[in-house]
C-alpha cells in the first residue's frame, strides 16, 4: 500500500490551495482517510478526517479546509481556503484500516505547504 500525496506549494496569505492523496496498491474505503501536518518543531496534528460518515476539522482549520473524497479514485482531497501563515506545515495523508489485532496506519510521504505573509 502506498500513499501518494500531491498539490503543496508556496502561496501567499489568503490564497488557496488543494491537496490530493491516493491509495494504491489496493481498493480502500476511503472513509478511512485524512489528512495530519507537522510544523516545524512541532508534533504532527490532526488536520481533517472522515468520522462516521461526516468530515471532522480540527478547530484551527475549520470553515476554511474541506476534506473531500472520490471513491473510485481512492483519493481524499483537502481544499484549503484563506491561507494563514500559521498553516506552514508537512501536509501528510494518512490512511488506517482496524482489524482484530488492532489498527493500522498508513502515511504518505507529505507534501509541503508554505503560506508567507
Known amino acids: 500500500v502506498q500513499l501518494q500525496a500531491s498539490g503543496g506549494g508556496l502561496v501567499q496569505s489568503g490564497d488557496s490551495l488543494r491537496l490530493s492523496c491516493t491509495v494504491s496498491?489496493?481498493?480502500?474505503?476511503?472513509?478511512?482517510m485524512g489528512w495530519f501536518r507537522q510544523a516545524p518543531g512541532e508534533e504532527r496534528v490532526f488536520v481533517a478526517a472522515?468520522?462516521?460518515?461526516?468530515?471532522a476539522y480540527s478547530d484551527s482549520v475549520k470553515g476554511r479546509f474541506t476534506i473531500s473524497r472520490d471513491n473510485a479514485k481512492n483519493t481524499v482531497y483537502l481544499q484549503m481556503n484563506s491561507l494563514k501563515p500559521e498553516d506552514t506545515a508537512v501536509y501528510y495523508c494518512n490512511w488506517y484500516r482496524v482489524t482484530m489485532t488492532g489498527r493500522y496506519d498508513y502515511w504518505g510521504q507529505g507534501t509541503l505547504v508554505t503560506v508567507s505573509s
Open positions: 496498491g489496493r481498493t480502500v474505503s476511503t472513509t478511512t
Open positions: 472522515w468520522s462516521g460518515g461526516n468530515p
